[in-house]
């Protein structure tokens, strides 16, 4: 008989959790020291399942399960706490977050990194009234960690990034000055974006001045993080709807 993998006492946070079978869960979590895991949470629906109550997104929880196969069992969940549920546009915010987690990151590929930024974005939307600088700071870090962001400190001609000049940015390729941009193809000047150096200073660093940088920061994650998913995220579109109808 093959022994069973067995990890116990591990942080995790969950991404999703959908129906499986009669009573079961079948959830998706990111772990700190194993990355993405999915598991089988037998018969956490059940209303007498000590899961039931335990397994919520948005907060830490701690976790042990086996199996050697890519879908595991979950043996055992407990509500670590910390802060409350988010409520309003912090609750889409958390989803959102949630949805890049899953479509950036690759199965079982532990990044200790991920997992505390994970951790900081989520104690801020649940605790803290304006949160968008820590949003802008965890899509860096995904970003950052998953290979996709350009070097913020120097431009393509590896000099350093200037505070006062402008500069343009487009997926996959060096931070270039804005007034080598005429030079390039039609459609690479269509699919960039326009920042200041002092924008991508702080964007680097996480430290914010002011709602303009911020905004600025915005659309250099959004240009980056929308390049990777073609087809959109499900979230911020029910985000935009609900924003369009007020």
Excluded at 180 to 192: F, K, N, T, V, Y
Aim: with cysteine; proline share 6%; charged share 25%.
């Amino acid at each position: 008989m093959k022994q069973l993998n067995r990890i116990d006492s591990q942080p995790a946070f969950l991404l999703s959790a959908t129906p499986w079978r009669e009573t079961s869960l079948l959830a998706e979590l990111y772990s700190r020291d194993y990355g993405r895991v999915t598991v089988v949470a037998r018969s956490a629906r059940k209303r007498q399942s000590e899961l039931r109550g335990v397994l919520v997104p948005f907060v830490p929880v701690q976790v042990a399960w086996y199996g050697r196969e890519e879908l595991k069992t979950l043996h055992r969940a407990e509500w670590l706490g910390g802060w409350p549920q988010p409520q309003g546009k912090a609750l889409l915010s958390g989803l959102y977050v949630n949805e890049l987690v899953q479509k950036l990151t690759a199965r079982e590929d532990p990044q200790p990194a991920l997992y505390e930024a994970l951790r900081q974005v989520m104690r801020a939307l649940c605790s803290e009234p304006n949160h968008a600088a820590a949003l802008r700071r965890f899509e860096w870090a995904l970003l950052t960690l998953s290979g996709y962001a350009p070097d913020l400190r120097h431009d393509s001609d590896g000099r350093p990034v200037e505070a006062a000049r402008q500069y343009w940015l487009r997926p996959e390729h060096a931070v270039l000055p804005l007034e080598q941009r005429r030079a390039l193809p039609a459609h690479e000047i269509q699919s960039g974006v326009a920042a200041c150096g002092e924008v991508l200073m702080q964007l680097d660093s996480g430290e914010f001045a002011d709602a303009a940088a911020l905004q600025q920061a915005r659309q250099i994650t959004r240009l980056l993080l929308d390049s990777r998913l073609p087809e959109g995220i499900k979230s911020r579109q029910v985000l935009q709807q609900i924003q369009a109808f007020r």
